[in-house]
């Protein structure tokens, strides 16, 4: 996903305000929390003060924000979107 097409979705997102995750090359906002040894599909994005832990692993479609959060090896993908204070741990999968 470019930085234009985040736009489409955050009209605000700038380059000074979000990022690209270096682990798959998703959107981060600044304000969330993301390991670097997570991985953040080139079509995910995280933002708000979610966060995503250990070798976690975040793609497709996903949206994660609020509180929301993965980690030790679990995966978010698909169609997801993880808000609140949803947790997913271990090896477990979360997909629609």
Do not use: C
């Amino acid at each position: 996903m470019t930085l234009q097409e985040l736009q489409n979705e955050f009209p605000n997102a700038t380059e000074a305000t979000w990022h690209q995750h270096p682990n798959g090359g998703g959107w981060v906002e600044n304000t969330a929390h993301v390991f670097p040894s997570a991985w953040i599909g080139p079509d995910a994005v995280v933002y708000g003060h979610a966060w995503v832990y250990g070798n976690a692993e975040v793609f497709g479609d996903t949206r994660m924000f609020g509180d929301a959060g993965v980690s030790r090896g679990a995966r978010a993908f698909g169609n997801v979107w993880e808000f609140g204070n949803a947790r997913v741990y271990e090896t477990l999968s979360k997909w629609l």
